[in-house]
């Protein structure tokens, strides 16, 4: 026996015959210490506390089920037999040939018996092959027979049940099941509510427990059997096809195979169409839409007449010169008038359309400049300032701490410049998603308009990559990446091309969640390591375009994600920039003849491979947001089982705190179906 503070260790004999349960005492010295009748459980002792043993029979078995495995080890083997729950601690040994001067390796698991099985069930989870030196690794025509024993107590007949029975303890391990992400969005309705998921090697998981389709994050898709090698089906539940508050949505896809889940797509439930089941029915709700319908048009009219009464308004362009009190008629912007829109009154330069400036009202973006409190400033250049404030609406009681946008005066002079500055605010009024920046609203009293946008503490993403002070790991860095994308798929979504993505683009507020964001003091503010001039007109990101957008002056969702690609660059090295040795006018020939940016010091395979992904000369090829999204999502899943080392910190001298490549050599192929490059 052995002892502890609190434990006593005891290690039975072996018996010849079964003996009735006897009382349980312990002897130290001369002094025998019976257990007590209700003893308290501590010690972490919780149940099965008796005060008497019993031996039984040996544990016996004879059925191992299901007889094959995953090279990952994802599947779970069942044995059957008798008093398999007598045993306190049992495991189950795979003996592996791994060569003929090696000899066999044994790998050890746990067990456990399922108490409601009374001792006839015992289960064992299956080791992984990856990772252990010599070990050769299954593929689809070269499986790997092992041999399965177990080690419960001294019975020896279990240790030695591969010689006694080996077709019965033969586990042949298998390629992992390699599932095909989803092609776009998948849209179900009652009509077709069927989804079909594509792979390989998906026939080895034939059971329920080491399989599961989940849609979001409960509702479970019925497996139909059998499945096919190369494809599974499963019924969405009418439950979710019914739900009309989630048509339209994103619904996730993943595929749970023992402990692993993957990500695969998304799918969207189509409006059910509702159908009268009476004449009576139809003429209910015809009496509802009439009047709903006259509602609608008065409101039309009333709108057209409202709109023609402001445009009656603006109908001469004004023009306001500088220190001057009055206005002169010109075919150019007119830059300052003042104009009472429903009882508010304001100063306004005429760089929108009267329907914009109407949209903006109803939209409560139309900001008063005696609600906004400036502060201090924390940006500028030569054309714009960005200072600190705060906003106060009448109807709130706490003010908001803002970030309010201007143009110098002398920038206005430029009708381009002051164009330029209110699209910006004027696309944002759009949007609304938890990783793009939106517009709080627009002030357009004093000497020119002010944007007014919420503050973010911790600043753009570029500065705060190079901040030597901030201890960056990889779960960090991953999560930037990953609401980058998240952003950029709804902007897609929108159709909204940014053509201008880059860490400096991108904000962290102070939960360091990041916002894509397009600001325009971004080519006021950079040197020309970031932007060069083209023709004396435009300020362009040479080093973050596309080659399509550098050579054609093409712009599109897939020029994005290129610029994306340049971005994870960025994360991968703290904020360095991108081509240091190339010079900007250089970039474009450098990239056409196939030069890429190099794998960052010890970056990940699988993060370089979306990065090559994203580089793809062939535009087309290019992966979506959405799909770069799910291959993010399960580096960040594999990354959760990483070995703790990998977990070392980042420092600003861009020394990474990645393992080395052949950690993440198996991960390569579920990242990307496709060679890149």
Not at 534 to 542: D, F, Q, S, T
Request: proline share 5%.
């Amino acid at each position: 026996f052995s002892a502890d503070r609190n434990t006593v260790y005891c290690i039975t004999g072996n018996e010849t015959k079964i003996e009735y349960p006897d009382t349980i005492a312990v002897l130290i010295g001369n002094v025998t210490y019976a257990l007590e009748e209700n003893p308290p459980l501590t010690h972490n002792v919780t149940e099965g506390l008796s005060q008497t043993f019993q031996y039984t029979e040996d544990p016996k078995i004879t059925q191992i089920t299901p007889g094959i495995t995953t090279k990952s080890g994802l599947m779970n083997v069942t044995a059957k037999g008798t008093n398999l729950d007598s045993v306190q601690f049992p495991k189950m040994v795979v003996s592996i040939n791994i060569s003929s001067a090696s000899g066999i390796m044994e790998i050890q698991e746990d067990c456990w018996s399922d108490p409601a099985s009374n001792g006839t069930s015992l289960t064992c989870r299956t080791p992984s092959l990856l990772r252990r030196r010599g070990v050769p690794i299954p593929t689809g025509t070269q499986p790997l027979s092992t041999h399965v024993t177990f080690v419960m107590d001294a019975v020896q007949s279990l240790r030695d049940l591969s010689k006694q029975k080996p077709d019965m303890t033969r586990l042949i391990y298998y390629p992992d099941p390699e599932f095909r992400l989803l092609q776009g969005i998948q849209k179900m309705s009652t009509d077709d509510s069927t989804l079909e998921i594509k792979g390989n090697y998906l026939e080895l998981i034939n059971s329920a427990d080491n399989f599961q389709v989940k849609l979001g994050e409960d509702e479970a898709c019925a497996v139909t059997t059998p499945v096919s090698v190369e494809y599974l089906l499963c019924d969405v539940p009418s439950s979710l096809l019914q739900n009309s508050s989630i048509a339209g949505e994103n619904i996730t896809v993943s595929v749970q195979i023992g402990y692993t889940r993957r990500r695969l797509g998304y799918i969207q439930i189509a409006p059910v169409e509702v159908k009268s089941a009476t004449a009576g029915y139809f003429w209910f709700i015809s009496l509802l839409i009439i009047p709903a319908l006259g509602i609608f048009f008065a409101y039309a009219l009333h709108y057209k007449n409202r709109k023609k009464k402001l445009q009656s308004q603006f109908a001469e362009p004004l023009t306001y010169q500088a220190g001057s009190s009055t206005t002169t008629t010109t075919t150019d912007y007119a830059s300052y008038i003042q104009h009472t829109l429903d009882g508010m009154s304001f100063e306004m330069p005429i760089l929108v359309d009267s329907e914009t400036m109407t949209l903006l009202q109803d939209k409560n973006l139309l900001i008063p400049k005696d609600w906004l409190l400036f502060g201090e400033k924390v940006g500028a250049g030569q054309f714009g300032c960005v200072f600190e404030g705060t906003l106060q609406r009448p109807d709130q009681e706490d003010e908001a701490r803002v970030a309010i946008k201007t143009l110098r005066e002398h920038a206005w002079s430029n009708p381009q410049s002051a164009e330029t500055f209110l699209r910006e605010a004027l696309i944002m009024k759009d949007f609304d998603h938890p990783n793009v920046l939106h517009l709080m609203g627009i002030c357009f009293e004093g000497s020119g308009p002010s944007i007014v946008l919420p503050f973010m503490e911790n600043g753009d993403l570029c500065s705060y990559l190079k901040d030597d002070t901030k201890i960056l790991l990889v779960s960090n860095l991953l999560q930037f990446a990953m609401d980058v994308a998240a952003g950029m798929a709804y902007l897609a979504e929108k159709k909204f091309v940014h053509r201008d993505l880059a860490a400096r683009n991108c904000i962290l507020d102070s939960f360091l969640s990041v916002k894509v964001a397009d600001f325009g003091l971004s080519r006021d503010v950079y040197t020309d390591d970031y932007y060069c001039c083209e023709n004396k007109k435009a300020m362009l990101p040479y080093r973050w375009m596309a080659p399509e957008s550098l050579e054609k002056s093409i712009y599109s969702a897939k020029t994005d994600v290129w610029s994306y690609g340049i971005l994870l660059w960025e994360l991968m090295t703290r904020g360095s920039i991108p081509y240091a040795n190339v010079g900007s006018w250089d970039v474009l020939q450098y990239v056409k003849l196939g030069n890429r940016l190099d794998q960052p010091e010890r970056c990940p395979i699988p993060i370089y491979r979306v990065m090559l992904a994203c580089w793809n000369k062939d535009s087309k090829k290019r992966p979506s947001f959405s799909e770069i999204q799910v291959y993010l999502d399960q580096i960040q899943q594999w990354l959760l089982c990483a070995p703790e080392e990998q977990s070392e910190s980042v420092s600003a001298q861009h020394t990474m705190y990645y393992n080395s490549k052949e950690m993440y050599h198996n991960m390569e192929d579920q990242v990307l179906e496709e060679e890149i490059v």
